[in-house]
């Protein structure tokens, strides 16, 4: 009896064996597909849970692994900085919440678009340039992942300036950019016109370029403990440092619970050291983000180099909660710093508690710029094929202002920038601080205009400044209008003009020159050579086409850039782009792709058809 009771008991022990093994293979939850670009370089993660641990292993996302009975659990030896394997039993299965969804933290500033102007009350629109790209690849992490992005972590020219466009070139760096500007009818508007400004830098020799000083101030802080984050950035780093020499030099800063140097500042020829200090990196603890940077700075001041390229490369989920959490005592910091000849760049990693309003407002403080990198091509994009232009700076300080001209120019609507305006008069103001433009870099802005004769957003000022000598509304001090629908209709009217719009009676004009009129408007760029403290500055006019110039016969980067700038306008759902569906993006896209090495304009048409599946 007691024989039988041990060999069923052997018996259905074995039973349970068996079915937690198919469980363990047969456990993968089903994930929610979305289009993938026809060429795309990107990094797959696979997680293992150890009891209550997670243990991350990164994969190729070209060759998949077969799941196999035994897992590999990857760590690091911190002793000899080697990454080792040990096989591990395959964990009891894990029963995921189907429906549950984590907290989403994320941080972004209010950036509603820019609303339209006319030019009879406001002629002049003042902004500096940003070369930043972490919106547009923050947003297509959103994307991918089947959600659709909050609005204020879109910004137009993020979107618009991710992409490299084809301009002239200056001859030399006496002239360090170029400014090219184009008009063309708006796709998504017939009363409305685009135009672009476009600045093209100088690109300067290898041979030429000055050598960098870097700190890497890393977060291994616990919220790093992701696939998305710490490792994801250990590669990214690792990728940049291929590209530096025996004059360059670079140092590694991390802070958790407390901060530490890593690496003081090495030679960027001893890549194996700088590569073993990142792969030796864990995240754990709190984020103590003040003692972090302000050791991050220390170190750049170490090993500082005169008439060299200095710069702190912060590389976060932009969590700081201990220390000093004050976004303005941190901007104070950062301001500092970049008076000491200390530049900062930020890098984002990461969902869930990112902050990208600290991250992009510390690198305008800091003159440097702002990325997000959610993949390994991201990462190839921004630290291996552009930073070594961002580091060479070969303009800071540069401004734009255009003024309009009202003879001939209605309305107008800056797209993006929201967050670069500047008042008219910090345009000759040197002391302001302003973007800077990098080695062989672009910087892409647009207009939205409405020319004198075509029907605007706004209505006509029934009164305005009038120097014609022309009487009749001396007594009035004020016109009320009344717009409303009638019950079922969708059309609204005006009480009082049948929904007529009066053209301008009054118009700004008391020079009595003339020649102006086939003007649209002067467009004026302030700038400073590297080490110069006086800008210099140089301007532009932009004539209108008598005959207004159609979408298609502009130019490939014109008519992509414009398709680029109404995709950020549609998902951020401004109402300004409502004529334009997201296939007509698509199409526009699809038709100036033009030269795509890299397939980053192929993956936006991909974008685009997410987007308009979500």
Known sequence: MKRNQVSIAVAAALTVIIGCSESINDN??????????????????????????????EADAIQVMPSSPTAKIAYHRAAHKQLAVMSMPNPAPYLADPFFEPENRDKYLDTPSNSTHLVATTPLSTFSV??????????RSYLKMGNTPP???????AFINYFDYNYPAPSSKVQPFSVNTELASAPWNAERQLLRIALKGYDIPINERKPSNLVFLVDVSGSMNELNKLPLLVQSLSLMVKNLGSDDKVSLVTYAGNASVVLEPTQGDDQQAIINALKSLQADGGTYGESGIRLAYQQAKNGFIKDGVNRVIL????????????????????????????????????RGNYNDAMMEQLANIGDGNHAYIDTLHEAQKVLLRQMSGTLQSIASDVKIQVEFNPNTVKE?????????K?????????????????AGHTVTALYEVTLVGDQGRIDDLRYQVNTSGKAGFGDE?????????????EQSKLVGDQGRIDDLRYQVNTSGKAGFGDELAQVKVRYKLPGEEQSKLTTQLVNNNKDKRQFTEASTDFQFATAVAAFAQKLKDN??????????IADIARENRGDDPHNYRGEFVSLVEIAQSL
């Open 315 to 350: 590389a976060t989920d932009g969590d700081f909660n201990v220390g000093v959490t004050s976004l303005d005592a941190l901007k104070d910091l950062v301001e500092e710093e970049r008076e000491n000849g200390i530049s900062l760049t930020t890098i984002g990693f990461g």
């Open 477 to 489: 001090l004020a016109q009320v209008k009344v717009r409303y629908k009638l019950p079922g209709e």
């Open 412 to 420: 107008y609507r800056l797209i993006g920038y929201q967050n670069r």
């Open 130 to 139: 940003d070369v930043d790209t972490g919106s547009y690849a923050n947003v």
């Open 151 to 157: 609005a204020d972590a879109i910004r137009e020219e």
């Open 422 to 438: 500047l008042r008219d008069e910090d345009f000759n103001n040197d002391k302001v601080d302003a973007g800077e433009i990098g």
């Open 575 to 584: 109402h300004y782009v409502d004529g334009l569906a997201y296939s007509q």
């Open 28 to 57: 993968t939850p089903n994930a929610k597909e979305t289009p993938t670009p026809a060429i795309q370089e990107e990094v797959l993660v696979s997680r293992v849970e150890v009891g209550v641990k997670a243990v991350e292993v």
